[in-house]
């Protein structure tokens, strides 16, 4: 069975950073495309942030987030490093996997879709 277990969300000042880790288990590293997805507060929908693929060798990041953060994994551990961070940035983070990119989506922007979560961490960024 498939877990997703977060941790590192926080509160923050605006210009900051903070590292998000999430605990993967229930499959062998290297199965599937990995990522980051947020919902911040009051909106319906989710948006992709970041995606590694199986391979460890190709990111996508939301254009809102590039230059800013940056997604890696070690062994079964996938991470979301976020500097720079903005009230923009306030959302609930979620790790996911097997990523889920459907006909007539950008291959290049972050799904929103996966088929495993995580439990999300808040992280709240402070102006």
């Known amino acids: 069975q498939v877990h997703l277990v977060e941790s590192g969300g926080g509160s923050v000042q605006s210009g900051g950073s903070l590292r998000l880790s999430c605990a993967a288990s229930?499959?062998?590293?290297?199965?599937?495309?990995m990522g980051w997805v947020r919902q911040g507060p009051g909106q319906l929908e989710r948006e992709g942030v970041a995606t590694l693929d199986s391979d460890g060798t190709t990111t996508t990041y939301a254009d809102s987030v590039k230059g800013r953060f940056t997604i890696s994994q070690d062994k079964n551990t996938l991470y979301l490093q976020m500097n720079s961070l903005n009230s923009g940035d306030t959302a609930m983070y979620y790790c996911?996997?097997?990523?889920?990119?459907?006909?007539?989506?950008?291959?290049?922007?972050?799904?929103?879709?996966?088929?495993?979560w995580g439990q999300g961490p808040q992280v709240t960024v402070s102006s």
């Open positions: 996911a996997a097997q990523c889920r990119w459907y006909s007539g989506d950008d291959f290049n922007i972050p799904p929103a879709d996966f088929g495993y």
């Open positions: 229930g499959f062998p590293a290297g199965s599937y495309c």
